[in-house]
């Protein structure tokens, strides 16, 4: 099928969507709709940088990646035959790879001409790098990620389990749910016994809105239709610390989801001047954070930098 260039983006639905919404509305206008087409060379000035700066990412975001591209790998490989790596191998792919990244980053002239194919980290865009200190804590991080990867209770079950599904990084699936495309594949899939194993690989700490994301996994399983149902066993594994949670998700719990998700894609809706195109209102009309302590770290800060300016100063006097 012929690549078709639309005016406005497809409509969908996934968790990093709703938690962007519900970060900030301005954030949200940002990624899905002020940046379409802005790789056209007849796009707008706005747009253009819009969709410039949705590429640039962080040290935090790359080593989740390379976590996660490594877990992929590695258990495939095993799967397929392959002996279970050292600890030390993984820990030197990582960081061949997030050297990678540090090197392209400071091509800016390439990431100027295809900011769509060359990592631009952004303690290089805005500033000289990273600090020694947040080099060695991502350093240390890698380390025990990969460590307690290989440790872990999921990967022991999901290389002996007899079918397994990971999730490639590059590519996303979708179901479809009330004509909407929802986009919620979990890290790893495999059956254990009777029950489903729905594992999410986490990089970082605890947060409370880890343990629903597991539902809305759950649905993903049940509205995949090519599988044989059966009971859902979800599995928050946080690789920097080695601890794992185990949440078994109900009908009900899945139920319950349903609707929130419904809920977040009703509320999603209330910012389109035109729900059928999904045409966005005016960019005003997603109002900036209120808690603004954080926009400097936002990718789309310079976009916003001087109405955030003008709302600093707005006051009685």
């Excluded at 935090?60 to 035959?81: K, N, P, Q, S, W």
């Excluded at 029950?195 to 986490?202: E, G, L, Q, T, Y």
């Excluded at 949440?247 to 999603?268: I, L």
Aim: overall charge negative; proline content about 5%.
């Amino acid at each position: 099928m012929a690549f078709e260039i639309r005016p406005n983006p497809d409509f969908s639905w996934s968790q990093s969507r709703r938690s962007t919404f519900r970060e900030c509305p301005r954030k949200y206008y940002w990624q899905y709709y002020g940046s379409h087409n802005g790789w056209l060379d007849e796009a707008t000035d706005e747009a253009r940088r819009a969709w410039r700066l949705k590429k640039i990412t962080n040290l935090y975001m790359v080593l989740g990646t390379i976590v996660h591209e490594l877990a992929a790998d590695t258990i495939l490989r095993v799967r397929g035959g392959g002996a279970v790596p050292d600890a030390a191998d993984l820990i030197e792919q990582g960081r061949g790879r997030l050297n990678r990244a540090w090197l392209m980053s400071q091509k800016h002239e390439e990431w100027d001409r295809s900011p769509n194919r060359v990592t631009m980290l952004m303690e290089f865009y805005r500033g000289s790098g990273p600090s020694r200190d947040l080099v060695e804590k991502i350093r240390d991080k890698l380390y025990a990620c990969l460590r307690h990867l290989l440790s872990s209770e999921s990967f022991r079950e999901a290389v002996e389990a007899p079918a397994v599904e990971v999730k490639e990084v590059d590519r996303l699936d979708f179901v479809e749910l009330d004509g909407v495309k929802v986009y919620a594949q979990p890290d790893l899939l495999y059956k254990l016994g009777d029950a489903w194993r729905i594992v999410d690989w986490k990089t970082g700490a605890r947060h409370a809105s880890h343990s629903p994301q597991l539902r809305t996994y759950a649905v993903y399983l049940q509205e995949r239709g090519d599988l044989p149902t059966g009971p859902v066993i979800g599995r928050l594994e946080y690789l920097g610390t080695g601890d794992a949670v185990s949440v078994p998700v109900s009908d009900r719990d899945c139920a319950e989801e349903r609707q929130k998700m419904a809920d977040s894609v009703a509320a999603m809706r209330t910012y389109l001047a035109d729900p059928v195109r999904n045409e966005a209102l005016p960019r005003d009309s997603f109002s900036l954070v209120e808690d603004t302590r954080r926009c400097p770290q936002c990718p789309f800060f310079e976009l916003c930098e001087e109405e955030l300016a003008a709302a600093d100063i707005a006051g009685p006097f």
